[in-house]
Nanobody, 117 residues
Protein backbone atom coordinates (compact mmCIF):
# COMPACT_ATOMS: atom_id res chain seq x y z
CA UNK A 1 0.00 0.00 0.00
CA UNK A 2 1.11 3.53 -0.77
CA UNK A 3 0.02 6.82 0.71
CA UNK A 4 0.52 10.17 -1.03
CA UNK A 5 0.48 13.39 0.94
CA UNK A 6 0.39 16.75 -0.85
CA UNK A 7 1.28 20.09 0.68
CA UNK A 8 2.07 23.63 -0.40
CA UNK A 9 -1.24 24.85 -1.77
CA UNK A 10 -2.72 28.21 -0.87
CA UNK A 11 -3.84 31.60 -2.07
CA UNK A 12 -1.54 33.56 -4.37
CA UNK A 13 -1.93 36.65 -6.51
CA UNK A 14 -1.76 36.46 -10.30
CA UNK A 15 1.85 36.35 -11.42
CA UNK A 16 2.93 34.73 -8.18
CA UNK A 17 4.56 31.38 -7.46
CA UNK A 18 3.91 28.30 -5.37
CA UNK A 19 5.71 25.03 -4.77
CA UNK A 20 3.66 21.88 -4.23
CA UNK A 21 5.13 18.78 -2.63
CA UNK A 22 3.95 15.18 -2.71
CA UNK A 23 5.52 12.67 -0.34
CA UNK A 24 4.99 8.97 -0.89
CA UNK A 25 5.09 6.50 1.99
CA UNK A 26 4.54 2.78 2.35
CA UNK A 27 5.62 0.31 -0.33
CA UNK A 28 7.36 2.81 -2.57
CA UNK A 29 9.94 0.58 -4.26
CA UNK A 30 7.48 -0.47 -6.99
CA UNK A 31 6.39 3.02 -7.96
CA UNK A 32 7.04 4.35 -11.44
CA UNK A 33 6.22 7.74 -12.85
CA UNK A 34 4.76 10.47 -10.66
CA UNK A 35 2.29 13.04 -11.91
CA UNK A 36 0.28 16.08 -10.96
CA UNK A 37 -3.34 16.50 -12.01
CA UNK A 38 -5.74 19.32 -11.28
CA UNK A 39 -9.49 19.74 -11.16
CA UNK A 40 -11.28 23.05 -11.26
CA UNK A 41 -14.92 23.39 -10.12
CA UNK A 42 -17.26 22.00 -12.77
CA UNK A 43 -14.39 20.62 -14.84
CA UNK A 44 -12.86 17.22 -15.41
CA UNK A 45 -9.58 16.29 -13.78
CA UNK A 46 -6.74 17.08 -16.16
CA UNK A 47 -3.13 16.01 -16.36
CA UNK A 48 -0.69 18.82 -15.59
CA UNK A 49 2.76 17.20 -15.60
CA UNK A 50 4.52 13.86 -15.29
CA UNK A 51 8.04 12.75 -14.41
CA UNK A 52 9.41 9.27 -15.01
CA UNK A 53 11.83 7.29 -12.90
CA UNK A 54 14.51 8.51 -15.30
CA UNK A 55 13.49 12.16 -14.84
CA UNK A 56 11.84 12.44 -18.25
CA UNK A 57 9.15 15.11 -17.99
CA UNK A 58 5.98 16.03 -19.82
CA UNK A 59 3.73 19.06 -19.44
CA UNK A 60 0.29 20.06 -20.62
CA UNK A 61 0.30 22.94 -23.09
CA UNK A 62 -1.48 25.17 -20.59
CA UNK A 63 1.41 25.08 -18.09
CA UNK A 64 4.43 24.50 -20.32
CA UNK A 65 7.13 27.07 -19.60
CA UNK A 66 5.54 28.09 -16.28
CA UNK A 67 5.48 24.89 -14.22
CA UNK A 68 8.37 22.56 -13.41
CA UNK A 69 7.99 19.03 -12.08
CA UNK A 70 10.85 17.34 -10.25
CA UNK A 71 11.44 14.47 -7.86
CA UNK A 72 13.80 13.48 -5.07
CA UNK A 73 13.86 9.69 -5.00
CA UNK A 74 15.80 9.60 -1.74
CA UNK A 75 12.91 11.44 -0.08
CA UNK A 76 10.17 9.72 -2.11
CA UNK A 77 8.92 13.18 -2.92
CA UNK A 78 7.75 14.89 -6.08
CA UNK A 79 7.48 18.64 -6.51
CA UNK A 80 5.59 21.02 -8.75
CA UNK A 81 7.08 24.49 -9.00
CA UNK A 82 4.43 26.86 -10.35
CA UNK A 83 5.34 30.33 -11.57
CA UNK A 84 3.52 33.12 -13.41
CA UNK A 85 0.30 31.81 -11.97
CA UNK A 86 -2.98 32.77 -13.60
CA UNK A 87 -6.54 32.77 -12.25
CA UNK A 88 -7.28 29.84 -14.57
CA UNK A 89 -4.71 27.77 -12.65
CA UNK A 90 -7.11 27.78 -9.70
CA UNK A 91 -7.96 24.16 -8.92
CA UNK A 92 -7.44 21.31 -6.53
CA UNK A 93 -4.10 19.74 -7.40
CA UNK A 94 -3.69 16.00 -6.98
CA UNK A 95 -0.56 13.90 -6.83
CA UNK A 96 -0.66 10.56 -8.63
CA UNK A 97 1.66 7.62 -9.07
CA UNK A 98 1.55 4.20 -10.70
CA UNK A 99 2.65 0.86 -9.33
CA UNK A 100 4.73 -1.57 -11.34
CA UNK A 101 4.01 -3.92 -12.98
CA UNK A 102 0.21 -3.80 -12.86
CA UNK A 103 -0.16 -0.04 -13.29
CA UNK A 104 -2.39 0.41 -10.25
CA UNK A 105 -2.76 4.11 -9.53
CA UNK A 106 -2.56 5.89 -6.20
CA UNK A 107 -3.94 9.38 -5.52
CA UNK A 108 -3.33 11.97 -2.87
CA UNK A 109 -6.14 13.83 -1.16
CA UNK A 110 -5.51 17.04 -3.10
CA UNK A 111 -4.38 20.52 -2.19
CA UNK A 112 -6.22 23.70 -3.11
CA UNK A 113 -4.48 26.36 -5.20
CA UNK A 114 -6.32 29.64 -5.61
CA UNK A 115 -4.98 32.42 -7.84
CA UNK A 116 -6.82 35.63 -7.14
CA UNK A 117 -6.43 39.26 -6.19
Amino acid sequence: QVQLEESGGGLVQPGGSLMLSCRASGTTDTLTRMAWYRQAPGSRRELVATISNFDSTMYSDSVKGRFTISRDNAKNTAYLRMTSLKPEDTAVYFCNTKRSPDGYEYWGQGTQVTVST
